[in-house]
């Protein structure tokens, strides 16, 4: 299944933010739960094996660091290691991730050697590559950590979900900056 993940976060502009509404309209239509979460790590679960994961986020999520990397290898997923966790477990083989243009990603860190444990990767910085799919499921992650705004652009999303009598699946836990074990 094609799985639409948005990171509020990405949304670092005004203009940024009415394409991700726009984006969300025209794709939420085909889905039967929407689901939201104030951090991306919360929806691992939700990942099931084989499915596509396109990934609207400022940040690729693959883990930034060796302590990140490790703690993934150890079943402990946070924001950071999420994405290289469903792969380093076997539940994403396809990573599709459109970030910012000042979003951080070299070839010289981490992300070289994960990524081409992918049958598929490939990262873009253009939003309209998102409406070429269909998805079966969709994603949104506040990310207030990330973007003291990001809360404002969840809330809009989660009211035109509420307007629309969309099933809504909010995840939550006791802390949503701590560690998810797996």
Request: aromatic content about 14%; some cysteine.
């Amino acid at each position: 299944m094609k799985v639409l993940s948005i990171d509020c976060d990405w949304a670092i502009t005004f203009k940024k933010r009415l394409e991700v509404i726009n984006l969300f309209v025209k794709k939420f239509k085909d889905v039967n739960t929407i689901y939201f979460a104030q951090e991306h790590h919360l929806f691992y679960s939700e990942i099931k094996s084989n499915d596509q994961l396109y990934n609207l986020d400022h940040h690729h999520d693959l883990s930034y660091n060796k302590e990140q990397k490790e703690r993934a290898e150890n079943k402990l997923i946070e924001a950071a290691n999420w994405v290289y966790a469903l792969q380093l477990h076997k539940k994403l083989s396809f990573y599709f991730w459109v970030g910012n243009f000042n979003s951080i990603f070299s070839f010289k860190d981490n992300p070289h050697k994960i990524t081409s444990s992918f049958k598929n990767f490939n990262f873009s910085h253009d939003i309209e590559d998102l409406h070429k799919n269909t998805y079966g499921k969709i994603l949104i992650c506040e990310s207030k950590r990330f973007d003291n705004d990001g809360f404002v652009l969840y809330e809009i999303l989660k009211t035109i979900a509420q307007a629309t009598k969309k099933k809504i699946k909010i995840l939550k836990t006791k802390n949503s900056q701590g560690y998810l074990k797996i």
